[in-house]
């Protein structure tokens, strides 16, 4: 992640390994979009958004002046993190469903957002981790290789919650059952290879 391409895409890869794992921001998602329509999946996406740009930002002003004492330590946590994620995601994808509720939704989809995310212990730990990790050596690299990460992190989030919402919306099918576990499972082996490799750039150079 040496540069702001990469960045970009490794940010959208990880970012698509969380925003496809079945979980309370994708189910806001689609108890939303039966109520509001296809806009659901963006204005969920921005609430995700919003709480994950105030703890990136916490990330950076508190590790990023005691970034050179810290590096090995997070490369260390982060590194592993993403490989036990991956194995999880894998494991995951066995049996993955993306099945609508039964009930529909009550009150804004951009609060929905801002809640799901911020109850989930799912992604305080992957921000306190993984997050971390990736955020700080981007920040090694220059401001604009972190913010690209970010980019590519969001656009993810934006681009699935609003391809989900749009399909609930219209009743249909957004993939089928083994497609989505395909994608869910690639993404996971997407974590593992990045993680032993980020171990290992972080402990070889």
Known sequence: MDGILPALIVGFVIGLSGALAPGPTLVATIRSSLDCGWTAGPLVAAGHAAIEAIVALAIVAGLAAAADS?????AFVGGTALIVFGALTVRESRTAVLAAPTDSATGSPLLAGVVTSAANPYFWL???????????????????????FMIGH????????????????????????????IILAACGVFLLLFGASYLWRAFSG
Do not use: C, E, M, N
């Open 70 to 74: 810290v590096a090995v330590p997070v």
């Open 126 to 148: 992957w921000w306190l981790s993984v997050g971390s990790g990736l955020l700080l050596k981007g920040l090694a690299a220059g401001a604009a290789v972190a913010v690209a």
């Open 154 to 181: 969001w656009a993810s989030d934006f681009g699935w919650f609003g391809l989900v919402a749009a399909g609930t919306a219209g009743g249909k099918t957004i993939l089928s059952v083994r497609q989505y576990r």
